[in-house]
């Protein structure tokens, strides 16, 4: 067995397991997986709702390629241009406002609203500081999951080697 990991991620390549340990995995991943989940909404922020409700985990088998996945991802509200997405990757990674480079001001364009035209504006910047509910979760987890997974390989083999 070889593990790959990084700061959020974790990624075991299995190449001949038997499917006992194949099993064992996916119920450890479902249960890291769904406690990922709990400690992602908690630290979401609350307005509206809208991003927990949108915020789901998964757990994926592919006995194809071999691999087994856990993830927990925001979805999108809607298909095509999506502005929920976008918001939600601004709280999550934080937007410039006027630090370094970019400064000053935003240019709107004229629009039309409600069947009345909006002139072109300026507005400042906007300044979103980044919550990183997603990796800082993933990040503080991933030690104990690791540990977690490999116990759990590691009792797999020893109970399929008494069989």
Known sequence: MLADFTETRLVLHLDELPHII??????????LTEELLDMVQAREPVRTGRLRSQTHAYVDNNPVKRFIRGRVRILPVQEGVNRT???????EYGAPGTSGRRTGKVKIAAYRRAGRNVRAYERNRPRIEARRFLRDAAAIMLPRARAEIERAVQNALIAAQKK
Do not use: C, T
């Open 85 to 91: 997405a976008a918001a939600f990757g601004a709280l």
């Open 22 to 31: 194949e099993g064992v995995l996916e119920d450890k991943i479902r249960e």
